[in-house]
């Protein structure tokens, strides 16, 4: 395809990652905009149950229609998903801020910190993580505190992993062992020098856990281990919703789990374009 | 005053001798060549020699002390490929601030222009990112210059520049420059002495 | 008498997209090679020097279609009076065009280097074939039983011309062959590439090696930041270069450590 005869077909391949990324980017603000305005936008009391407006069909007053106790299905659901973002920002966050300062220690320390950490990362990794995860967050007593804590101890190995093969590898790059002859501390080489170079890795990381974060958040909420019964969380909802499906009330878990999905994807693409991006080399000549 | 190096020996991690028993001694002021086969561990010396790795027995010494020891090191590197010497993500003033604040005299003499101080290194070319690496290794504590094969990605205009820069400044201050190359034409033109890395029968069959 | 030439590069240009940023994701566009127009005939050499950098393996890269992804490509490429397009190009790669790798690192690592030069023969004279290919170039019968980490890299060069170099070629692309050669070794390679073009094929000689440039090709094309600078008779480069049609051409010769060195550059 180099051939340069007729019009190259390279750059639009190129062109059309960043495009993409765009383009991914985009779905995502928008739909992050349009969660969080029409989360501030809608009556809070439409969360109150209606005995007259019970078990209602989608239609023009109830979009989503409502549930067996008369409560709008649309509000609780944009409620769920703007709940479910931040938990799963948070999550994220904590756990990506886990693995890099886990992953640089260990890389740059090395010896028994090193061999510790490596030993939490396989035994952490040999754990069934579903499990894991429901212990935490057990123990913890449950709720906000046990999603976040729960997942994100269980969702840092393997950008760590990651992250301290990077480090290990720029640790023995010239320019870091230039950096030490001109009389730089370690702590500067790992502030300016490592960080640096970890951080679109980090970030990456971070996009691609966001989706697995709001689905184990769904997943722990589901089976109990999650927020109160009263929060409107998407968890909740499908929890709430299943039961109702085989009686022909099909709307209380389509909607909720629908827009789950959309915003999982949304992200988990977003991530992927980036990943794609930063992992180019973009070297030549 | 001299860098010297003592009996020193090298084993690569898991794999074979790269030397042993290896003893170098550059003077202040003085420009010594170094040669050798490719793969008899020139460069790996060259590493040993400004403390970026450290020798499997055997000492360096400058003037005395270790040469590891902490602060701004006496003993300064220059390598074939000054790209992988430089953080590919920052800007030139921040590669050069790294090091010490540059002499403005320095840049001219080595041809350093203002408007490259903002570019990143993919910008430059490499003789350009060379003299970067020429000024940062030249600062005010360095007292040994190890040139290892310098100029042997430039063409010889670009060759020839750089050297007389750095025999001007080594002259001036009297710093010990190693030069390690392959070209002995090169090596004859510049230096007062020329040594051969020793072959060692190990360093072939693995 | 005008006769077509065997490879002719016209107006070649090749730009990269770079990354940049803290996050690494802004793009900007560095051209590396522009406007190239390079002919070679069959039986000569033509050698491209240039500094690292200045684009020359990337020309070499254009020509036997292996440029990254990242590389926008304009201009073209004739090979025998007609363009040579990805689909002619995939049919006379290995056949009529060779390509020696400028890096030993592009053996199969985990193959034994014989059974690797096999694979590009005939496969009903494979084995004599290649024990006469090494014999050809010197390398042991029990290296064909070797790994490429187990040869020096000296030998690795030899076993890239016993797989490049077919009967049947007719246009040789040889980035960088020399490095990492010990002087004797560096003669051969000339010397069997001199052989090459005087059997008929052109070969394209990538070097940074102004000398051994000079000494086995027939014209040096000067490369500098992308562009050809000037195409000079390789009999221009004796003595002082006075006969060197181009200024950068005389100056490069001029600065060799073996003439004027640092007298002719201003300090």
Known sequence: MSHPSPAPPRTTRRRSASVDLAIAAACVGALLLAIVVTAWLLDESSLRSHAGARLMPPGPDHLFGTDWLGRDLFTRTIMGLRLSLTVG?????????????????????????DAVISWLIDLSIGIPHLVFMVLVAFSVGGGIKGIVIGISLTHWMSLAR??????????????????????????????????????????????????HVVLHEAALTFLGFGFSPQTPAIGILLHEGMPHISSGMWWMALFPGLCLLLVVLAFARLGDRLRVLTSSPGQGG | MSLRATDLAYRVPGGHQLFTGLDLRVEAGQVVGLTGESGCG??????????HLPPTTGTVLTDGYPVNAPGPRPVQLVQQHPEKAVNPRWTMRSVVAEAHDPDPALCERLGIRAEWYGRRPAELSGGELQRFCLLRALGPRTRYLIADEMTAMFDTLTQAELFAVVRDIVTERSIGLLVISHDIPLLDRLCDEIVAMPEQASAVSP | MMTTPLLSVRNLTVGFTHYTGTLGLRPRV?????????????????????????????????????????????????YDGTPLDSARLRRLRGREISFIPQSVNYPDPLM????????TLPRSRAAQLQQALFARYHLDEKVARQYPHELSGGMLRRVLFATGVTETMRLLIADEPTP??????????????????????????????????????????????????????????????ETLRHEYARRLWRALPRHDFWEGVAP
Not at chain 1, 89 to 113: C, D, E, K, Q
Not at chain 3, 60 to 68: K, Q, T
Not at chain 3, 112 to 119: E, F
Not at chain 3, 181 to 206: F, N
């Open chain 3, 112 to 119: 034994p280097v014989g059974r690797q030069v096999r694979l």
């Open chain 3, 30 to 78: 560095v051209p590396a090679v522009e406007g190239l127009e390079l002919d070679i005939d069959p039986g000569e050499i033509l050698a491209v020097i240039g500094a690292s950098g200045s684009g020359k393996s990337l020309l070499a890269h254009a020509i036997v279609g292996i440029l990254p992804n990242t590389a926008t490509v304009s201009g073209g490429i004739d």
């Open chain 2, 42 to 51: 020139k460069s790996t010396l060259a590493r040993i020699l400004a403390g």
């Open chain 1, 162 to 211: 990651l992250i301290r093969a990077d480090v290990l590898h720029l640790r023995h790059s010239d320019f870091v062992l230039a950096s030490r002859g001109f009389g730089r501390s370690e702590w500067f080489i790992a502030r300016r020098h490592l960080f640096g170079q970890v951080l679109p890795q980090a970030l990456v990381g971070f996009v691609l856990m966001f989706p």
């Open chain 1, 89 to 113: 920002v948070v999550t994220a966050l904590l756990s990506v801020a886990v693995a890099t300062v886990l992953g640089i220690a260990a890389a740059l320390l090395g010896g028994w910190v």
């Open chain 3, 180 to 241: 990492g050669l010990h002087p004797a070794a560096l003669q051969e390679v000339l010397s069997h590439l001199r052989d090459l073009a005087d059997d008929g094929a052109g070969v394209l000689l990538i070097t940074h090696d102004l000398i051994a440039a000079a000494a086995i090709a027939d014209r040096v094309a000067v490369m500098r930041s992308g562009r050809v600078v000037t195409v000079e008779s390789s009999s221009s480069f004796t003595g002082r270069g």
